[in-house]
């Protein structure tokens, strides 16, 4: 293997084991799905979802080493009260509300000084604009939006100056001013996009050029746009869309080295690949209608990627 390439798959492996699932990723041991009645110091990681609950025990507030907290599912629980009991906590570094019907979110969320992974999903008539003023001067590095029906993000989003990964998963984004906000991010690391009903990306997406992972997979996209070029990206998954040709632009995106296009309907690979010098060292065509001699040419073509699939299901 090219030694060049066998660069990219070892960055690419180190990129998805230290990157991949930042989410509610930690390395603490057990997690608990209830408070324990002594050994409170062990308890690092607590999962109280989907428990029908509507408070907690003050015992909560005992938690002094709790790392992990996940309250996701349980719609009835008094929110304002709960984080009051927990925000003696100091060290606690993940939060899940998910599905919790909330509307706007508490002001004791400020009092979690180290607070790191914040996930919101679910919760489609929370005052958005309301919590990322509150959140604002958190040290959040993960934040998770996934489907609560955004359609354009407000402008106070900027604000999130540590954000790294940020899901904006199942939503409804629209518009080339929710591109612009996001490229004032400077830390954005992964951006997901993935299921947003998208058709056409603006050429705004451009200015997100600090994004490294970029998920814009299960869309209606048919095309990317040349303005993709001056990203710095290293991943893109742009599965399940409906392009027809493998996009030139990703011949032009000098960093970028992944490409997934696996489960669109993709029958050829224009010229732009023989004749130009690109970055790219792995593609996922899996599932694409690529005729067996488009699929010679391409083995060709991309002879000595450390990765390259054609695999029909």
């Known amino acids: 293997?090219?030694?060049?390439?066998?660069?990219?798959?070892?960055?690419?492996?180190?990129?998805?084991?230290?990157?991949?699932?930042?989410?509610?990723?930690?390395?603490?041991?057990?997690?608990?799905?209830?408070?324990?009645?002594?050994?409170?110091?062990?308890?690092?990681?607590?999962?109280?979802?989907?428990?029908?609950?509507?408070?907690?025990?003050?015992?909560?507030?005992?938690?002094k080493n709790l790392r992990m907290l996940n309250l996701r599912g349980n719609p009835n629980l008094n929110l304002e009260q709960t984080l009051q009991k927990v925000s003696s906590n100091k060290g606690l570094q993940i939060l899940i509300l998910d599905s919790l019907n909330i509307s706007k979110l508490p002001q004791s969320i400020k009092k979690f000084t180290n607070l790191k992974q914040l996930s919101v999903a679910q919760n489609p008539d929370i005052d958005l604009n309301h919590m990322l003023n509150l959140i604002s001067e958190l040290p959040i590095e993960f934040l998770n939006l996934k489907g609560?029906?955004?359609?354009?993000?407000?402008?106070?989003?900027?604000?999130?100056?540590?954000?790294?990964?940020?899901?904006?998963?199942?939503?409804?984004?629209?518009?080339?001013?929710?591109?612009?906000?996001?490229?004032?991010?400077?830390?954005?690391?992964?951006?997901?996009?993935?299921?947003?009903?998208?058709?056409?990306?603006?050429?705004?997406?451009?200015?997100?050029?600090?994004?490294?992972?970029?998920?814009?997979?299960?869309?209606?996209?048919?095309?990317?746009?040349?303005?993709?070029?001056?990203?710095?990206?290293?991943?893109?998954?742009?599965?399940?869309?409906?392009?027809?040709?493998?996009?030139?632009?990703?011949?032009?995106?000098?960093?970028?080295?992944m490409v997934h296009v696996n489960n669109n309907v993709i029958n050829s690979i224009p010229e732009v690949y023989t004749t130009e010098k690109y970055s790219l060292a792995g593609l996922i065509l899996d599932n694409n209608p690529i005729t067996e001699t488009e699929k010679s040419r391409a083995l060709k073509l991309f002879k000595g990627f450390f990765l390259l699939s054609f695999e029909q299901k």
């Open 148 to 257: 609560n029906r955004i359609k354009t993000l407000p402008e106070n989003i900027t604000n999130l100056k540590s954000i790294k990964d940020l899901n904006l998963s199942y939503n409804n984004l629209i518009g080339n001013k929710n591109y612009e906000l996001l490229s004032v991010l400077p830390h954005l690391y992964s951006l997901w996009l993935d299921h947003n009903e998208i058709e056409t990306l603006p050429g705004t997406i451009g200015k997100v050029d600090q994004v490294r992972f970029l998920y814009i997979d299960h869309n209606n996209l048919q095309e990317l746009p040349e303005e993709m070029s001056d990203m710095r990206t290293w991943v893109i998954h742009a599965g399940y869309n409906r392009l027809t040709e493998l996009p030139t632009v990703l011949a032009k995106m000098k960093s970028l080295f």
């Open 1 to 63: 293997m090219n030694k060049k390439y066998l660069l990219y798959a070892l960055l690419y492996i180190s990129a998805v084991l230290s990157n991949s699932c930042t989410t509610y990723t930690n390395f603490y041991s057990k997690t608990y799905t209830n408070i324990p009645k002594d050994n409170l110091s062990k308890v690092h990681r607590l999962d109280l979802s989907n428990q029908n609950l509507d408070d907690l025990p003050q015992s909560i507030s005992m938690l």
